[in-house]
């Protein structure tokens, strides 16, 4: 069983940085595709960055410029570099993990089905 664990949310004041951690473990089989998503109070839950099992990178069009994603495989670790961070993207995120999909098909909205694995998420507050 795929298990996923997020940490480094907290709080930051607009254009400061925080840096998530997603340690994965009990992956078989297949290659994964990882990312983050996000969910804001009240809103619908965001596909932010994605890492597919070749490599490519995918990242929404809000965060692009301001956020890497990026993988230690020797640790299985999933990192998100969020820099120049906005009030907006004050959300609790979440990392995911699924060996059916690929980023794209996520930020491009065409992906109806859910990611298989979640993490229990961890909370970003940005203030103005």
């Known amino acids: 069983q795929v298990q996923l664990v997020e940490s480094g949310g907290g709080s930051v004041q607009a254009g400061g940085s925080l840096r998530l951690s997603c340690a994965a473990s009990?992956?078989?089989?297949?290659?994964?595709?990882m990312g983050w998503f996000r969910q804001a109070p009240g809103k619908e839950r965001e596909g932010v960055a994605f890492?597919?099992?070749?490599?490519?990178?995918t990242y929404a069009d809000s965060v692009k410029g301001r956020f890497t994603i990026s993988q230690d495989n020797a640790k299985n670790i999933l990192y998100l570099q969020m820099n120049a961070l906005k009030p907006e993207d004050t959300a609790m995120y979440y990392c995911?993990?699924?060996?059916?999909?690929?980023?794209?098909?996520?930020?491009?909205?065409?992906?109806?089905?859910?990611?298989?694995?979640w993490g229990q998420g961890t909370q970003v507050t940005v203030s103005s």
């Open positions: 995911a993990a699924d060996p059916r999909f690929r980023g794209a098909w996520v930020v491009a909205g065409i992906l109806d089905t859910p990611f298989n694995y």
């Open positions: 890492i597919d099992s070749d490599g490519t990178r």
């Open positions: 009990g992956y078989t089989g297949s290659p994964y595709c």
